[in-house]
């Protein structure tokens, strides 16, 4: 007998051999007999089709290769958020209370639990399990009321209702960790903010989410401050409007970023980057736009133009940043000058890449950006009319001319190239010994020596021996 599907089996997060999966449609497939459910693939390289069997289309995928049919008995549609507290809680639970969480940059340990039960629990942590909704009204506020840190990531959450059927029971939620999971968008997501009213964490890695579609959620998380959204689809930053207020955190690390449109990051009314090219903010100025963003990273997002960093440093409250694994580069080629560069662009940093800047990092970075674009600068009008083209291109220089003051033109002065006659020295030969007893130069010559007159001298009566290097 085949197991029982729930009647709204359709678009439901199922399990199938551990991998995660999207069912969409349930019936027959001719000219097979029995049930099938066709389901799309978190993994689209588990698939075999796309959805079409023999001609017929029975559902549709996003990749090409995205979907199977597989039998009822093979799928589980997992079990409510109790019953997998139990099962992991009390089969694993030395296990467990011996691990870490950690959700973005925030971690707890579970050392300072004394009495292990579930009314108890700090944290919860569901990751991988089959989750897929809350259970019984009112069971979760009961039994696990004091839990301030929840990780549901690569469960089988279906929803953001079904989320927040389960937040709105947890009280004293402040973390939250969603990576993994496949959710639909909510049809009203200010309808759902009183679930998510005290979350300040947010991580929402690996979710095949855009940023149009973070911005449409936004509203349900009226506090939050740090988002992390790592490995997602996002390639533009559109302007959002009346949310993500308080963000002072905003993880997009290895997000196919187009580099333009983190400009348009300023927009954010606590970040701090405004579109240049939209005159939105003039360079060098900052926007009241995301005030409070202290922390932004975006590694591995193939950034590579400095104009970007220009406007980042339009942020007020950036502090730390972290730019690894892109591809910005000095005229020298060298990654270290780089980073010179980030620090002298980046006025208010204190941390880069996870390193502390300490105050004669900064002072040196500083200075080399004078010098390094000191010619630049004296061509482009100097202190008497600097050029528009100029101060685009660096904003920050003014600052610091103010800082440290003007580049004379000699510290400016580029090395000339190692040619050999760049390091001659002028050498006099002069042979001792003569009838007359008179000084006769013999000959003149050039070589490469210190920049003092050099005699070669014979000792009179003596004219088998030979000359003797004198540097006078």
Request: glycine letters at 8%; aromatic letters at 6%.
């Amino acid at each position: 007998m085949e197991p029982e599907v729930p009647g709204d089996a359709v678009g439901r997060r199922v399990s199938i051999g551990g991998e995660r999966a999207t069912v969409r449609y349930v019936g027959p497939v001719p000219p097979t007999t029995g049930l099938w459910l066709g389901v799309e693939w978190d993994s689209p390289e588990r698939g075999k089709h796309n959805g079409t069997h023999e001609g017929v289309q029975y559902f549709t995928c996003r990749h090409p290769k995205g979907g199977s049919f597989v039998r009822p008995a093979k799928v589980s549609f997992g079990v409510d958020y109790l019953n997998a507290v139990q099962q992991l809680y009390e089969i694993n639970a030395d296990e467990v209370l011996s691990e870490e969480i950690s959700i973005s940059s925030k971690k707890l340990k579970w050392g300072g639990v004394k009495e292990r039960s579930f009314e108890s629990l700090p944290s919860v942590l569901l990751s991988r399990c089959e989750v897929n909704g809350p259970g019984a009204d009112g069971e979760i506020r009961r039994t696990t009321p004091n839990v301030q840190w929840l990780d549901l990531s690569g469960t089988l959450m279906s929803c953001w209702e079904d989320v927040a059927a389960i937040t709105e029971q947890l009280d004293k939620l402040e973390g939250l960790q969603l990576s993994y999971n496949r959710l639909r968008l909510p049809s009203e997501p200010s309808a759902l903010c009183q679930a998510f009213c005290n979350l300040k964490v947010l991580a929402l890695n690996s979710c095949d989410l855009t940023w149009p579609q973070i911005l449409n959620c936004a509203p349900m998380w009226p506090q939050l401050e740090d988002l992390c959204l790592e490995e997602n689809n996002i390639t533009e930053l559109q302007r959002p409007e009346g949310v993500l207020q308080p963000l002072r955190s905003l993880n997009l690390s290895s997000n196919p970023l187009v580099q333009h449109t983190v400009f348009s990051m300023s927009a954010l009314p606590r970040y701090s980057t405004q579109l240049l090219h939209l005159n939105l903010v003039f360079a060098g100025s900052q926007t009241s736009m995301f005030p409070e963003l202290k922390n932004l990273n975006l590694d591995h997002n193939n950034i590579t133009e400095w104009c970007v960093v220009d406007e980042l440093a339009k942020l007020p409250s950036l502090v730390q940043f972290s730019c690894r694994g892109n591809r910005l580069v000095s005229s020298d080629g060298n990654p270290k000058t780089a980073n010179q560069m980030l620090i002298a662009k980046l006025g208010q940093l204190v941390t880069l890449n996870s390193c502390e800047i300490y105050p004669e990092d900064r002072r040196g970075a500083e200075l080399d950006y004078i010098k390094m674009f000191g010619e630049e600068w004296l061509k482009a009008g100097g202190q008497s009319q600097t050029g528009t083209e100029f101060t685009c291109r660096h904003p920050r220089y003014q600052n610091l001319i103010d800082k440290y003051g003007a580049p004379e033109e000699g510290e400016l002065k580029k090395p000339e190239p190692f040619v050999l006659k760049n390091q001659l020295l002028k050498v006099t030969f002069v042979l001792h010994g003569c009838s007359e007893g008179k000084r006769t130069p013999v000959q003149t010559s050039e070589g490469p020596c210190s920049r003092s007159e050099t005699h070669l001298h014979q000792p009179q009566g003596d004219a088998g021996s030979q000359p003797t290097l004198v540097l006078l």
